[in-house]
């Protein structure tokens, strides 16, 4: 994949050792990046029995991590450019390890102020990481990407998976089985630190990049990944729903469609190093045929009820395979580390404003209209924009803050 010949140099690994431990380090963020929220949902019957918290509450608690990604990914730049990329994400897993032990402490108020701290650390993290991975690998970003964005996908399903049981076998139940996910966040730091002693990263020194609003390219990029963004959290709040209503699926059997739709995810995600290759024109052809995935299980939903399975594994796979396009994205359009931090705090921001958004929205053209017809249109006609600007993002151009 091409970089541009005037990019920034940034720190690099001087020894193969040293890039061993960086290989190490963001693998092992990546699997911190989500197992402390994703076991919320599988204990939240029990969190909400414990505490008496309502319905309203309850769902505040799943979605307040996603508006602490976009709020805390808008700020990332300004603070990397002034701390450096390493150190930066050093205090990010310090705060998601402060976050998880704040969530211990009984009380309403300790759990959402945990998640909220725990959000905005994994937002920074969120950030980042498509950054480093520009600057201290630029030669592996689709490989890397889809590496990191798996052990996100699957140790986030272990978290989901271990959480009961954990409770029911810990003292302290639901609060050790969430506070246990700190532990690799702890592990991070420890390996992390020298990491920052050896160098800042890059980002640090000369003007602080501003988020490229004015860029058509950075809108393109940013309008990928929100709209995966947007499509992915519709499904994993209303596909379980939707095929019920739509099929008559008895309800256990299409809640296991959500696992089966992550399965397909993580498959997809595994498959983009070598559908995209190195080149510039095999990853956007990849980018494109992973939006066509989704766009077509997606309307097998709409006009095939009764294909509900066939329709979730072939929009798991283009959702799996488009959101590590969507970072790669990131990554391969900025022309160099600072700006690949404004560029990725821009587009996950957005993102991520879109994904907290998506659902709600949906629900409630699915009250207004009565059927679940209307919504799924409305998702097809986002797979398509997706469709535009995964090829606009494709483009073998670069971003300059």
């Known amino acids: 994949m091409r970089t541009p010949e005037t990019a920034a140099a940034p720190t690099a690994p001087t020894t193969r050792g040293t890039t061993v431990v960086l290989l190490v380090g963001l693998l092992?963020?990546?699997?911190a990046m989500r197992a402390p929220i994703t076991g919320v949902g599988s204990v939240l019957p029990i969190v909400s029995d414990d505490l008496a918290l309502s319905a309203t509450l309850a769902g505040a608690l799943t979605s307040l991590p996603l508006l602490a990604f976009a709020a805390s990914s808008l700020v990332v730049p300004r603070v990397a450019a002034r701390l450096g990329t390493r150190?930066?994400?050093?205090?990010?897993?310090?705060l998601l390890v402060a976050g998880s032990l704040l969530r211990w402490v009984p009380g309403v108020v300790p759990l959402f102020a945990g998640t909220a701290?725990?959000?905005?650390?994994i937002g920074v993290a969120n950030v980042l990481m498509p950054a480093l991975i520009r600057a201290e690998f630029p030669g592996r970003i689709p490989l890397l990407t889809s590496t990191y964005v798996v052990l996100m996908q699957v140790v986030a399903s272990v978290s989901s998976g271990v959480a009961v049981p954990l409770s029911e076998h810990l003292a302290g139940g639901w609060r050790s089985a969430l506070v246990v996910w700190a532990a690799p966040a702890l592990v991070c730091v420890v390996l992390w630190l020298p990491l920052v002693r050896r160098g800042s990263g890059p980002a640090t020194g000369g003007p602080r990049p501003r988020a490229p609003w004015g860029s058509g390219l950075a809108w393109a990029v940013t309008a990928f990944m929100a709209a995966q963004s947007v499509i992915f959290y519709v499904?994993?709040?209303?596909?379980?729903?939707?095929?019920h209503d739509r099929s008559g699926t008895d309800r256990a059997a299409a809640g296991v469609l959500l696992s089966v739709m992550q399965v397909?995810?993580?498959v997809g995600s595994l498959l983009v190093p070598v559908v995209a290759g190195r080149t510039v024109v095999r990853t956007r052809r990849a980018a494109m045929g992973a939006t066509t995935f989704t766009m077509t299980g997606l309307?097998?939903?709409l006009l095939v009820p009764d294909a509900a399975v066939v329709a979730v594994v072939v929009a798991g796979l283009g959702m799996?395979?488009?959101?590590?396009?969507?970072?790669?994205?990131?990554?391969?359009?900025?022309?160099?580390?600072?700006t690949a931090v404004a560029l990725s705090g821009m587009a996950q921001g957005v993102g991520y404003l879109a994904a907290a958004v998506g659902p709600v929205l949906i629900g409630a053209l699915h009250v207004a209209s009565g059927s679940w017809t209307v919504p799924l249109v409305v998702l097809v006609l986002v797979a398509a924009g997706q469709l535009v600007a995964a090829r606009a993002a494709g483009k073998d151009a670069f971003v300059r803050a």
Not at 87 to 94: D, E, K
Not at 327 to 335: F, P, T
């Open 28 to 31: 092992l963020v990546a699997c």
């Open 87 to 94: 150190l930066t994400l050093v205090l990010a897993l310090f």
């Open 117 to 121: 701290v725990l959000g905005v650390a």
């Open 235 to 243: 499904m994993l709040a209303w596909l379980a729903t939707m095929v």
């Open 264 to 266: 397909a995810g993580v």
């Open 299 to 301: 309307l097998l939903l």
């Open 320 to 338: 799996g395979g488009a959101v590590v396009l969507a970072l790669a994205s990131v990554s391969a359009r900025a022309a160099d580390g600072a």
